[in-house]
């Protein structure tokens, strides 16, 4: 294809956060954050909503002037720049196509807008067009597309103007679940495509894992952690993140020995496991043990890293039966086994669950909520 | 609950339209009837109404006069609207761009002259523009003038006057527009590489022209119809059709040649609206 050459004839550009801070009144929006995103990657901002990851893709782009901080692509601050002239393509939830205009029309908007002949305009639109692969819906109107192919026609049109970032906001949001993993696919080929250096606002952390070089999990107007899905997921440095990522149980403890290979944690419900850990902790500690449900196991008899749970419920789901227990020391957990074919649920009952061996469990201090 | 009775008549929730019908009959009795009357006085010949004939039509739209009266009464309606856009699309952005706290302040700042009688705003403008008035004072004292303007029975007076009294009614539909247009539009007209007039050319423009015909209709009907402010303001200098009117069957008793008048008003009221409605057809909003 004639675009990929074109297309990948300029390099990637960085994109440097420096200390970027934006206050309301009263609280801050974005608190003080230095994100550097490396040429050609994606990053994905992760947090609830109101955790301001939204107000710094919006300052990114410029309809936002951040109180502190400077905004930088390549070794350029874009601060001053307007909206119009930072060369940032941006992707909305609600695809923001013009809705009076034809899908070449929408797609040509950026390129009429840099006075380009009407010649260029329409070789570029049929590109784009190809690119996105819908050839033949150059004269519809907006309203007359499915919610999939509105969204192939906002990246069309994003990417029309060869933007040095791209940005996408809540991009799959909108989008049916079938169609996600499509439209999820179609991104990370065209940001690959264009070497695009990208950033992504989800509240969804699948789509986080499954499409973003790193992940910036962010609380309160701060980069709670950054790194890629799996250290997210494996290593989680706060219990902010630990509980956002995927689901975890949390089992009460308290640190009885320091040993070469790790803390000696007895929990309240009884057993006692040796974990490593990144964090510090003192003996005597009061600690919490998040373990993911799918990296514990059930057995019958007891044993000293075994803790007794009480079987309330259990759920076949897929390839996984999805124990809900309560342990020893109150906490309700859930356990994930591998479901053997034909497999039915159990019943309630008394079981003992111990780490799997797999099993990398974090610690984080008790008293951090 | 028990299942409906076999063989019972489906129920529709059908139109009662006879509930239509006080307000239809109020038509008929007072609109529909005498317009008819009215479009018969017109075909009488003489102001005595003794003979039939069109002559009435004949004389309205031969004479240079009357023919000058149609045009400047359809001139004053297309200067009004030119004035209300031009001051309503800048406080309509304001608005928009406004917190909900600041939007109701303004509401209320818009809606107020209509809470005042359009006697007593039309009554001020005579205050404001009189030869002594505030306006001729202020430049003669500023040195900016030696002797007063004549700003009251003239064409410019009038449509100061009007643009003020009929602002709220391009103001409303225009606002109701303008706050439902998706921000992200205009940020994504931006982020593409659009200049703000761009932006407002390009998209705001073309997205609320409905709002835009919607007001320009009322404003248009409503600046090419107000016997008061073109009588009081306007004087006996400018005649519009209302006065036309007013004069031909209070005055001069010629009840034919008022209605062929009356119908002229009618007619050019409509055109007014069937060009902004055939305006909207390229409103591609949609």
Known sequence: MASQHTATAQAAQPLTLDGVTHSYGTGFAVDNVTLEVKGGELVALLGPSGCGKTTLLRIVAGFISQTNGKVIIGDRPIDVLPPNRREIGIVFQNYALFPHMTVAENIAYGLAARGESRAVQAERVAEMLATVRMEGFADRKPRQLSGGQQQRVALARALAIRPRILLLDEPFAALDKNLRLDMQIEIKRLQRQFALTAIMVTHDQDEAMSIADRIAVMSHGKIEQLGSPVEIYDEPATLFVNNFIGSSNLLKGRVVAVGPDGYRVELDSGAVWTLASKGRFETGAAVLVSVRPEQMVLADEAAPDRLPVALKLSLPIGGALIHDATAAGGEDIKIAVPRRPGALSTGPGTAFAALAPHARPSLFPATSS | ?286
Do not use: C, H
Request: aromatic share 12%.
């Open chain 2, 1 to 286: 609950m028990s299942a409906a009775a076999p063989g019972a008549a489906p129920v529709r929730d059908a139109v009662e339209w006879r509930l239509a019908a006080p307000l239809g009959l109020t038509y008929v009795v007072f609109f529909a009837a005498p317009f008819l009357i009215l479009l018969g006085i017109s075909f009488y010949a003489d102001a005595e109404q003794t003979r039939l004939g069109f002559d009435s039509w004949v004389k309205f739209y031969t004479d240079a006069f009357y023919l000058k009266v149609i045009f400047d009464t359809l001139k004053l309606g297309v200067f009004a609207v030119v004035a209300t856009t031009i001051l309503a699309y800048p406080l309509a952005l304001v608005f928009r761009a406004s917190s909900p706290r600041m939007q109701r302040v303004l509401i209320f700042i818009i809606l107020m002259p209509l809470l005042t009688s359009v006697v007593i705003r039309t009554f001020a403008w005579i205050v404001i523009l009189a030869r002594e008035g505030v306006i001729n004072q202020t430049l003669m004292g500023l040195g900016l003038t030696a002797t007063p303007l004549n700003l009251l029975q003239t064409e410019l007076g009038l449509v100061l006057a009007l643009t003020q009294i009929e602002m709220p009614l391009m103001l409303l539909p225009l606002l109701a527009i303008m706050n439902q247009l998706d921000q992200n539009l205009i940020d994504a007209s931006r982020a593409l590489g659009a200049s703000k007039w761009r932006t407002f050319f390009r998209v705001i423009l073309p997205l609320t022209l409905p709002g835009w015909i919607a007001g320009a209709t009322l404003v248009f009907a409503s600046a090419t119809t107000a016997f008061i402010s073109q009588s009081v303001i306007g004087g006996a200098r400018l005649v519009y059709l209302p006065a036309l009117i007013w004069q031909q069957s209070m005055v001069v008793y010629n009840w034919p040649f008022a209605a062929v008048a009356s119908l002229t008003l009618l007619f050019t009221v409509l055109s007014g609206i069937m060009a902004l409605s055939w305006l909207g057809r390229f409103a591609r909003t949609t």
